[in-house]
Nanobody
Framework: QVQLVESGGGLVQSGGSLRLSCTAS????????MGWYRQTPGKERELVAF???????NYGESVKGRFTISRDNTKNAVYLGMNSLRPEDTAVYYC???????????????WGQGTQVTVSS
């Protein structure tokens, strides 16, 4: 089994900052891309950012310049630094990872359970 556990969500005022963490555990041979999506009620999940195993990253247009994604391959962890937060950033944030459980398994997509971020105006 593979689990992704997120932490770091919470309530913050507009203009504030938060840092989300997500750690993968279980039977893991390798991790390719890791990243974050977010979702608000009634809307589809929106890509926030992702980062490859080599460190290349990409961001959704609405968070460019404000959010920073990073990872620690030694800890199987991905982080999302969020600055200049806005009320429209309010959402449940989900981390994901593309993981091979063994060297013969295909790459599979795993989700975390989600963490709530609420930005007050």
């Amino acid at each position: 089994q593979v689990q992704l556990v997120e932490s770091g969500g919470g309530l913050v005022q507009s203009g504030g900052s938060l840092r989300l963490s997500c750690t993968a555990s279980g039977t893991i041979f390798s991790i390719n891309t890791m990243g974050w999506y977010r979702q608000t009620p009634g809307k589809e999940r929106e890509l926030v950012a992702f980062i490859t195993s080599g460190g290349a990253s990409n961001y959704g247009e609405s968070v460019k310049g404000r959010f920073t994604i990073s990872r620690d391959n030694t800890k199987n962890a991905v982080y999302l630094g969020m600055n200049s937060l806005r009320p429209e950033d309010t959402a449940v944030y989900y981390c994901y990872a593309h993981i091979k459980r063994t060297n013969t398994d295909p790459v599979s997509h795993y989700w975390g359970q989600g963490t709530q971020v609420t930005v007050s105006s």
